[in-house]
Every structure is written in C-alpha cells, then in structure tokens.
C-alpha cells in the first residue's frame, strides 16, 4: 500500500565499507529521486532520474551511483563509505511540475 | 540560481497561537511553490501547494498565498496544535521532473 517505499530504514555501517539503499514506487510515476538530508536538516538533490534516464546529477561524489533497473525502482549504491557521509537519504518521485514529490520515510545512515 | 529562504527557528508557540512562518523565494521564471512538513522520525509529506500567482494553497487549517510581487509563500496557521509540532520546509520547482530546491526548514514546536 505504501507509495514509496525505501529499504532498509536504518543502516548502520564501518567506514570504507560499499552498502545499497533501495527505493521502489508503486505510483506510476515517471521520475524518481534521491535526496540527501544532513544533520541541520538540510535537504539537498543527489539525483534524478526519468523513466530510467538519468537527468540531474548534482556536485556528488562518484562514490555515490544511482541505479535504476525501472521507472518503479532507484537504487543508491555507495563505495567506500565516508564519515561525511552519515545523513537521511531520502527517496522521492512524482509525474510532472504540478504535482508534488511523494517523498519515502528516508533511510538514516550513520557511519562508525 | 534559484534559492528558498525561511526564517530561522525554532518557533516555540502555545497551543492555539498563531503561527507564522516566513517564505521568500529567489527565481528567474516562474515556479511552483510548495510546503512540505517533516514529523519527528519521519519523510516529508505536502502540506499545500501553489503553481501561480494569486494562488493560495490549504490543507489542515494551514494556508499560504503565492504572491509574485514580494516573491513570498508565508505559510499561516490560525491556532496550532500540539500535534503540529515539526520541521516545516518551503520549496520550489519548474519542469515536470525537476528537482525541488529547498529552505534550510523551521522547526515548530507547540506546547500546551
């Protein structure tokens, strides 16, 4: 029933390690995106991707490689994880300007 | 480039104060203007939206104006609640697509 759904909700993890986050929507919607929420409360755009295409990739590392199999589906993958990395990631999607992002419950990433 | 601006929390308000919270936007076209609300532990759902001039959005007794002229979206709301204690984020997009461009958010907190 949930409309975006992220996986996994907390993700707790050593430095250096390569760990995936996975967003699906289940709203036909043909744009997917993934921000990033730091611990001011910030939110930031990583990426976005339409219909499978990426079409934003904002000043990110290349540690960081969105994936998308599907319209329903953007995956985040990140290498060699960072202590500045520690963050909400948010997934969102949406059809077009008018309509709003429907945002998920993002996933909390802390890095030890 | 294109940039929100909140005012700087947090608010502290009484139950059944009245709640003001400041928007002003940066942008070289014309874009849709948006409230997002985050509860505590959660993502971010849409509060109200506007895509024109004039236009003024509602939902949950919360209201706000889209007024071009001052390139304002102050988000109102006549008596708060509790329950209405969160972090309150305005925004902004063009396209179909494109990515919402956010204010550092301002966190409410309401006491009975």
């Known amino acids: 029933d949930t409309a975006v759904s992220q996986t996994p909700k907390y993700l707790v993890t050593q430095m250096g390690n390569d760990k995936s986050i996975k967003c699906e929507q289940n709203?036909?919607?043909?744009?997917m995106y993934w921000y990033k929420q730091d611990s001011k409360k910030f939110l930031k755009i990583m990426f976005s991707?339409?219909?499978?295409?990426?079409?934003i990739n904002e000043t990110v590392p290349n540690r960081f490689s969105p994936k998308s199999p599907d319209k329903a589906h953007l995956n985040l993958h990140i290498n060699s994880l960072e202590l500045g990395d520690s963050a909400v990631y948010f997934c969102?999607?949406?059809?077009?300007?008018?309509?709003?992002?429907?945002f998920g419950d993002g996933t909390r990433l802390s890095i030890l | 480039g294109d940039s929100v601006t909140q005012m700087e929390g947090p608010v502290t308000l009484s139950e059944e104060a009245f709640l003001t919270i400041n928007c002003t936007y940066t942008a070289t076209g014309y874009p849709s203007l948006f409230w997002y609300v985050q509860y505590p532990g959660e993502g971010l759902q849409l509060l109200l939206k506007a895509t024109k001039a004039d236009d003024k959005g509602s939902n949950k007794g919360f209201e706000a104006t889209y007024r071009k002229e001052t390139t304002s979206f102050h988000l109102e709301k006549g008596s708060v609640q509790v329950s209405d204690s969160a972090v309150y984020f305005c925004?902004?997009?063009?396209?179909?697509?494109?990515?919402?461009?956010f204010g550092k958010g301002t966190t409410l907190s309401v006491s009975s």
């Open positions: 991707y339409n219909n499978k295409e990426l079409i």
């Open positions: 709203l036909g919607h043909d744009t």
């Open positions: 969102a999607s949406s059809q077009d300007q008018d309509q709003p992002q429907h």
């Open positions: 925004a902004l997009n063009y396209q179909a697509g494109t990515a919402l461009i």
